[in-house]
Nanobody, 118 residues
Framework: QVHVVESGGGLVQPGGSLRLSCLTS????????MSWYRQAPGKERELVAQ????????KYADSVKDRFTISRDNAKRTVYLQMNSLKPEDTAVYYC???????????WGQGTQVTVSS
């Protein structure tokens, strides 16, 4: 059974930082593009950041560019999201997504809550 498990969420003050981790198991991690999505109350789920299977390319939502950094460690089967200069509008449940496009395999984690508030 494939596992995709996020951790690292919590409550942080505006301007603060958090590092999310997504640990996977029972999948060929290095074959998957990995992404972080988020969903705020009353809003649709949106793509925050994505990194290709090789780690060679990344892309970010305009709202998080220059503040968030996605990275991966294929040996640890883990993807990270470093979030700096957090704003109240970053408050959401953050989800990890693993997507092997070529064979149409996709998995989601259960989400981790990030709350930015003073």
């Amino acid at each position: 059974q494939v596992h995709v498990v996020e951790s690292g969420g919590g409550l942080v003050q505006p301007g603060g930082s958090l590092r999310l981790s997504c640990l996977t198991s029972r999948l060929s991690f290095s074959a998957y593009d990995m992404s972080w999505y988020r969903q705020a109350p009353g809003k649709e789920r949106e793509l925050v950041a994505q990194i290709t299977s090789s780690g060679g390319r990344t892309k970010y939502a305009d709202s998080v560019k220059d503040r968030f950094t996605i990275s991966r460690d294929n040996a640890k089967r883990t993807v990270y999201l470093q979030m700096n200069s957090l704003k109240p509008e970053d408050t959401a449940v953050y989800y990890c997504n693993a997507n092997w496009v070529q064979v149409r395999l996709e998995y989601w984690g259960q989400g981790t809550q990030v709350t930015v508030s003073s």
